[in-house]
């Protein structure tokens, strides 16, 4: 069973929806996410998940250092300061980076601000259907 750790600053919004999202296209697969300063689950996260059929209202937000011990095949980072932060992992696990826009940094109405976390999470779930198509799925 493959074991993939997504990283990302908070572990409140894009690592959250891309664990959400990698669960659903391998269920096969274990699936952790983390931050390095992590904040708690963020709210609008949950709510365009939920709309899109994907509960990750029981997720946690994380430390990194939690996954430091665990054979990991891959550590995905999905935003720029967790790819620079991103611990040495004793493992030979294979690192994938894709920086994401961060939808908590949206401004705005609330109408606009929930527009661009739908966004957010549409692309997410384009890159983790390919990412669990090219290397999950077929391994």
Known sequence: MNKVLILCTGNSCRSQMAEGWLKHFSPDTQVYSAGTHP??????????????????????????????????????????????????????AKKQHHSFEDPANATGTDVEQLLVYRQVRDQIKDYMKAFADNNLNNA
Not at 47 to 56: E, N, S
Not at 57 to 66: I, K
Not at 70 to 76: A, E, M, T
């Open 39 to 92: 904040e708690g689950v963020n709210k609008h996260a949950i709510h365009v998940m939920k709309v899109a059929g994907i509960d990750i209202s029981n997720h946690t937000s994380n430390n990194v250092n939690e996954y430091i011990n665990i054979d990991l095949d891959y550590v995905i980072t999905v935003c720029d300061n967790a790819k620079e932060r991103c611990p040495y992992f004793p493992t030979t």
